[in-house]
Every structure is written in structure tokens, then in C-alpha cells.
């Protein structure tokens, strides 16, 4: 994995796909949050060829209308690091719209993907709380079990007693 390579800017009406199958060939790394190069070549190239950082609302748009030029995936890696990229500075009022433009898109069918994997990642999360759950509220019962037989068993020995 490349951690620092030039990656060149790009323009034309389907650069981001360009852009991606250079990435895939040249081994750069396009991992979101890696810790050894933050993925800096691959998102300076797509921010640069954007016309602007992620934190304009304008090369936002562009990147999402880049995303919905994509017909293969050849990198599910770089498709969901720029689908997380738009979701977390757009909101979610404005993630609707950014969605709308490349829903239809191959990098809409990945996202769809990735809600997918979120939604049963929960629910196994869910799953796992509930046993939890579970066993503490048998452990309660068995407790509350035992403190009966003891009451019991003292009214039992009171009960015993000649009077
Ligand atoms: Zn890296």
C-alpha cells in the first residue's frame, strides 16, 4: 500500500472514475482515518479536482455528481471513504439531496451496501444486549428465589417450635 504518492488532479466529465481506477492501480492508499497517511494523496487529488475541500458545499456537489458516473466499483474502499466523507459534512437535510445525485449510480448500490452491513451490525449489537439482559434477569430470579426458600424456611423452624 502506497502511503504517499502524487496522485494528479483531474478534469473531464467522468474524472473521479479516472481518478479511482488510477488509485486501484497504483496501490494508493484510500483508507478513511489511516493513521499513517490520513489517505492524504487520494483526497487531495479528489478535493483538488473538486474545485474546493469537503467543507464546500459546492465541491460537494461535484464529488456526489462524480459518484453517480461510477458503473463499477474498483474500489468499494475510496466509494464508501467519499459516500462517509459527504454524510458526515453535509448533515442530513442536505445528504438527501447529495444522495439524489448518485443514487442510481453504482456508488448508490455500494451505499445501500453499507446500510445493509450498519442495520445488521445493530441488530446483532441488539441480540447481544438482550442475552445479556437476559442473564441478569435470571440471575435476579434465582436470587429473589433463594431469599424466598431462606423466609420459608425460617417461618418453617418458627412454625416448628412448640408454643
Ligand atoms: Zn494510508
Redesign the pocket.
Given at each position: 500500500?502506497?502511503?504517499?504518492t502524487n496522485l494528479e488532479s483531474r478534469s473531464g466529465p467522468t474524472w473521479l472514475r479516472e481518478l479511482l481506477v488510477e488509485a486501484v492501480e497504483m496501490n494508493v492508499?484510500?483508507?478513511r482515518g489511516?493513521?499513517?497517511?490520513?489517505?492524504?494523496?487520494f483526497r487531495n487529488a479528489v478535493w483538488n479536482s473538486a474545485g474546493g475541500p469537503p467543507t464546500y458545499a459546492e465541491a460537494r456537489r461535484c464529488v456526489a455528481d462524480q459518484l453517480g458516473t461510477i458503473e463499477t466499483i474498483v474500489s468499494p474502499e475510496a466509494v464508501r471513504h467519499l459516500v462517509m466523507e459527504l454524510h458526515t459534512r453535509a448533515g442530513p437535510e442536505e445528504f438527501v439531496g447529495l444522495l439524489a445525485r448518485f443514487d442510481a449510480s453504482e456508488a448508490g448500490a455500494e451505499y445501500r451496501r453499507m446500510l445493509e452491513h450498519d442495520v445488521r451490525r445493530r441488530e446483532d449489537a441488539a441480540t447481544a444486549e438482550g442475552v445479556i439482559e437476559l442473564r441478569r434477569t435470571d440471575k435476579q430470579a434465582r436470587a429473589a428465589a433463594h431469599a424466598n426458600r431462606k423466609v420459608e424456611r425460617d417461618r418453617d423452624r418458627k412454625n416448628d417450635r412448640p408454643q
Open positions: 500500500m502506497a502511503h504517499a492508499c484510500v483508507r489511516c493513521t499513517t497517511c490520513g489517505a492524504t494523496s
